[in-house]
């Protein structure tokens, strides 16, 4: 079992950045792909982006790429997910979840395991 837990979230104005960090426990000897999920009141739950153990490949919805950047620190068992150029659409619940393996596959497959989620308002 893995257990993750998000902390950063709060309430940001549009154009404001905020980063996001998850810090995993439990069974975090093994690989995991790590990635972050988010969901909108009234919307299903989307990936916003994930990583691979190695932290070489990565993946960005195209609705926040060039604005969010996702990175690990294995040492640390950390992932962050930085948010830059923030808008009021980005408002959401986001979650941070593992998948097992050490490739980028949480896109197709869905995740292993969840946070609790932290919530994000960016407001205009």
């Known amino acids: 079992q893995v257990q993750l837990e998000e902390s950063g979230g709060g309430l940001v104005q549009a154009g404001g950045s905020l980063r996001l960090s998850c810090a995993a426990s439990g069974r975090t000897g093994s690989s995991y792909g790590m990635g972050w999920f988010r969901q909108a009141p009234g919307k299903e739950r989307e990936i916003v982006a994930a990583i691979s153990w190695s932290g070489s490949s990565t993946y960005y919805a195209a609705s926040v790429k060039g604005r969010f950047t996702i990175s690990r620190d294995n040492a640390k068992n950390t992932v962050y997910l930085q948010m830059n150029s923030l808008k009021p659409e980005d408002t959401a619940v986001y979650y941070c979840?593992?998948?097992?393996?050490?490739?980028?596959?949480?896109?197709?497959?869905?995740?292993?395991?969840w946070g609790q989620g932290t919530q994000v308002t960016v407001s205009s």
């Open positions: 979840a593992a998948r097992g393996g050490s490739g980028l596959s949480m896109q197709s497959r869905g995740p292993d395991y």
